[in-house]
């Protein structure tokens, strides 16, 4: 099950003017997420990469939505937070959806 949270309107704003693979960093509450714009949209998973603790938003994404790390080139899918590079590694994944022109971010509880 997806927990959505509305966000404020500058954050949409803020989001909008994301570029195509461009890597950013966002505060939620205690959350600290990498966010690119993708062409199917918004995605996003959890900043800190668990094999030693690396900022993705540092790394890269390429056209597919997937983030090499920029330590040690570690791959995740940013649409699932799985893998992308055979280390078995799951992390948190972020997914956006707009309705009623509010701009919403959700996880799986
Ligand atoms: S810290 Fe990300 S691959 Fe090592």
Not at 66 to 72: D, E, F, K, M
Not at 74 to 81: A, M, P, R, S, V
């Amino acid at each position: 099950m997806i927990e959505w949270h509305e966000l404020e309107e500058a954050t949409k704003i803020g989001l909008e003017n994301l570029q195509l693979f461009q890597l950013a960093r966002f505060q939620l509450d205690d959350r600290i997420i990498c966010i690119t714009r993708l062409e199917e949209g918004l995605f996003g998973i959890q900043n800190t990469c668990p094999h030693a603790g690396a900022q993705l938003h540092h790394g890269h994404c390429n056209r597919r939505g997937i983030i090499t790390c920029p330590l040690h080139g570690y791959k995740f899918d940013i649409k699932t937070g799985l893998s992308a590079d055979g280390n078995n590694y799951k992390i948190i994944n972020y997914q956006f959806k707009i309705e009623n022109e509010k701009l919403f971010i959700g996880w799986r509880k």
